[in-house]
């Protein structure tokens, strides 16, 4: 099945706007203490381009990244002056470096292996420039299975989306699953979306950047500062080694 289709592109558009601008400070702190002359900017998984937009915006040169054609489509919308590829962050190859990489808001959580989490940490090491920063964050293994337990609805005059999210601890797995009805004339059209993440824990994480030779600090994802016992997120800043 598909994730990120025509239908939900647009609910993610609409509704999942602000993290982003909540996680700007913190990243132009980033560069301001790492590599205050930073100029390119490489967004792994870049979504309906929020955040390029903040970085095109900041005087950078923006490259986003993402599987999915219909979130890039907003991207183009949001942030027209950033080059968009659509690419699997797994097996992507530019022929540049960057002096910051992101990739925010759980994208990495999507790959449900470490095989290919190990993959886009090491295409996202190959694009970085020797003093860059890659910064990501992630769900944790705590954060999924302490929250995604939950049913929560949208409903709007032109569309009702359901979703329902649960945590399966025996394989590490968080199913949210989506059904959306936009209102179409005056019937209302299905569609329907299965989002599998896979909730990692920090030692998980923290092997797969030693096994790419990456340096990095952490962070509790929410509240930016030291992690918690059960951080339901966890934000690394991360250095070549
Ligand atoms: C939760 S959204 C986050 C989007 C954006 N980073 C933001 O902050 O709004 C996850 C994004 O990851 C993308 N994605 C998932 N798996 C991917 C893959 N293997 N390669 C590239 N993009 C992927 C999806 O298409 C989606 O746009």
């Known amino acids: 099945?598909?994730?990120?289709?025509?239908?939900?592109?647009?609910v993610y558009n609409d509704k999942w706007q602000d993290f982003s601008a909540r996680m700007w400070p913190f990243l132009w702190e980033t560069?301001?203490?790492?590599?205050?002359?930073?100029k390119?900017?490489?967004?792994?998984?870049?979504?309906t381009g929020r955040l390029l937009k903040l970085v095109c915006e900041n005087g950078f040169s923006a490259v986003g990244l993402d599987l999915s054609p219909h979130q890039l489509k907003y991207a183009k919308v949001n942030a027209p002056a950033a080059t968009l590829v659509q690419a699997d962050v797994r097996d992507f190859s530019l022929a540049q470096e960057f002096d910051m990489v992101?990739?925010?808001f759980d994208s990495l959580n999507y790959l449900t292996t470490k095989k290919d989490l190990g993959r886009a940490l090491r295409r996202a090491r190959r694009h970085l420039s020797e003093d860059g920063s890659f910064v990501f964050?992630?769900?944790?293994?705590?954060?999924?299975?302490?929250?995604?337990?939950?049913?929560?609805?949208?409903r709007e005059p032109h569309r009702v989306i359901i979703n329902e999210t649960s945590f399966d601890e025996k394989r590490g797995l968080g199913r949210c699953l989506i059904?959306?009805?936009?209102?179409?004339?005056?019937?209302?059209?299905?569609?329907?979306e299965e989002h599998i993440e896979r909730?990692?824990?920090?030692?998980?994480?923290?092997?797969a950047l030693a096994r790419c030779e990456f340096g990095f600090?952490?962070?509790d994802g929410y509240s930016l500062s030291r992690p918690r016992k059960r951080s339901a997120r966890l934000l690394y800043v991360c250095h070549r080694e």
């Open 179 to 192: 059904t959306g009805f936009v209102k179409q004339g005056r019937a209302y059209r299905k569609f329907e």
């Open 1 to 10: 099945m598909h994730i990120y289709g025509n239908d939900f592109a647009a």
């Open 31 to 38: 560069i301001q203490k790492h590599k205050p002359d930073a």
């Open 217 to 219: 600090k952490k962070y």
């Open 40 to 47: 390119t900017w490489l967004d792994l998984c870049c979504g």
């Open 102 to 104: 992101t990739c925010i």
């Open 137 to 154: 964050d992630m769900n944790t293994f705590a954060g999924l299975q302490d929250t995604w337990c939950h049913i929560s609805t949208i």
């Open 199 to 207: 909730g990692y824990k920090a030692e998980e994480i923290e092997d």
